[in-house]
T-cell receptor, first 111, second 113 residues
Framework: EAGVTQSPTHLIKTRAQQATLRCSPISGHTSVYWYQQALGLGLQFLLWYDEGEERNRGNFPPRFSGRQFPNYSSELNVNALELEDSALYLCASSSDGYEQYFGPGTRLTVT | DQQVKQNSPSLSVQEGRISILNCDYTNSMFDYFLWYKKYPAEGPTFLISISSIKDKNEDGRFTVFLNKSAKHLSLHIVPSQPGDSAVYFC????????????FGKGMKLTVNP
């Protein structure tokens, strides 16, 4: 069974640009979660999508947004990039709302 | 405001001995707790969880203890193996499941052969 996949592995952008990160959940999983792990911090919950709808979001500004597609894959968009957005972005999927399976992450660097 | 705290950034133990990883939380609404393990360049891997209605949960070499009155949980690994060397994250949720997990900063465990 294929795990959660994320693309790209690394992404380098400059300030004010937009970044798009993609996530494919495990087959059969309908929930997708996005987390940010900045240097020296734990994982910070960003967004939760289930059945195509945004169900909850963490304490992040509106320039962090995303969507979930009919095949349950998801993308995270970060607009008006700032230097402090540089972080590892992790996607996780779940089928039951309990155990979350994580992808390897996308390393976003903003210069 | 760190609601889930892993106050020790690292722990080093000898192979075969017990590893005890600690986690404290401040939000009394948390009712579901999880431990994840993370190797470099990989995403976190689920280890074990516990609901607030329990005080102990075991899975092989891994046992999680929950002390609700102290708002403290711990992960015991017995016996520790070199392959257990990784960063361990404690996480908590107030939803009874894993929606909107709050993670600690992580603790690096090194198991020496």
């Amino acid at each position: 069974e294929a795990g959660v996949t994320q693309s790209p592995t690394h992404l380098i952008k400059t300030r004010a640009q937009q970044a798009t990160l993609r996530c494919s959940p495990i087959s059969g999983h309908t929930s997708v979660y996005w987390y940010q792990q900045a240097l020296g911090l734990g994982l910070q919950f960003l967004l939760w999508y289930d059945e195509g709808e945004e169900r909850n979001r963490g304490n992040f500004p509106p320039r962090f947004s995303g969507r979930q597609f009919p095949n349950y894959s998801s993308e995270l968009n970060v607009n008006a990039l700032e230097l402090e957005d540089s972080a590892l972005y992790l996607c996780a999927s779940s089928s039951d709302g309990y155990e979350q399976y994580f992808g390897p992450g996308t390393r976003l660097t903003v210069t | 405001d760190q609601q889930v705290k892993q106050n020790s950034p690292s722990l080093s133990v000898q192979e075969g001995r017990i590893s005890i990883l600690n986690c404290d939380y401040t939000n009394s609404m948390f009712d579901y707790f999880l431990w994840y393990k993370k190797y470099p360049a990989e995403g976190p891997t689920f280890l074990i969880s516990i609901s607030s209605i329990k005080d102990k949960n075991e899975d092989g070499r891994f046992t999680v203890f929950l002390n609700k009155s102290a708002k403290h949980l711990s992960l015991h690994i017995v016996p520790s193996q070199p392959g257990d060397s990784a960063v361990y994250f404690c996480a908590a949720s107030a939803t009874g499941g894993s929606e909107k997990l709050v993670f600690g900063k992580g603790m690096k465990l090194t198991v020496n052969p």
